[in-house]
């Protein structure tokens, strides 16, 4: 890692982490940990919920930092999707989000693997083409069960 000074708070050191999260030494400012899950190349972090959150849905942030569900129709979320939550939590709770890589729910998913993943109604993922809001492929299943995240870029419906 690498240090840097900082004009703030008296000119204390802060650590740059991956990604641009920084980390400082005193409690009052939020940390934000991202690991990297070699076994299966995913990316995931811990971040607040904004509100109840469940399991295996699409978050974007609420613009506070917190995490909320995601919505094809809502204004603003195509620029702040954050990736798919792989734990559940309550308001204020820290909660997990897979940003890339490999997620799996063992039957509960029945993916058709010819066929993209897109961000529905509520963080719900879904196969169905939107045809209001915005689209986001969020990633391809590579098992019926089994779903590669890449979120690429979205493209406003006109």
Do not use: C
């Not at 094809?72 to 940003?99: C, V």
Request: cysteine-free.
């Amino acid at each position: 890692m690498k240090k840097i000074s900082s004009v703030f708070k008296n000119n204390h050191e802060y650590i740059l982490r991956p990604f641009a999260l920084v980390n400082h030494e005193h409690t009052e400012y939020l940390q934000k940990d991202v690991a990297s899950n070699s076994a299966n190349g995913s990316i995931d972090f811990q971040i607040a919920a904004g509100e109840n959150i469940s399991a295996l849905k699409v978050l974007a942030s609420n613009g506070a930092g917190a995490a909320i569900f995601a919505d094809k129709d809502t204004t603003g979320h195509e620029f702040s999707l954050l990736g798919i939550s792989t734990t559940a939590g309550l308001t204020g709770e820290q909660i997990f989000i897979r940003r890339s890589g490999l997620l799996k729910d063992a039957g509960a998913w029945s993916w058709n693997v010819n066929s993209p993943i897109y961000l529905g109604s509520a963080g719900v993922l879904t196969q169905t083409v939107p045809t209001s809001g915005f689209t986001a492929i969020l990633g391809w299943p590579t098992d019926v069960d089994t779903i590669f995240i890449n979120i690429d870029r979205t493209i406003t419906l006109l």
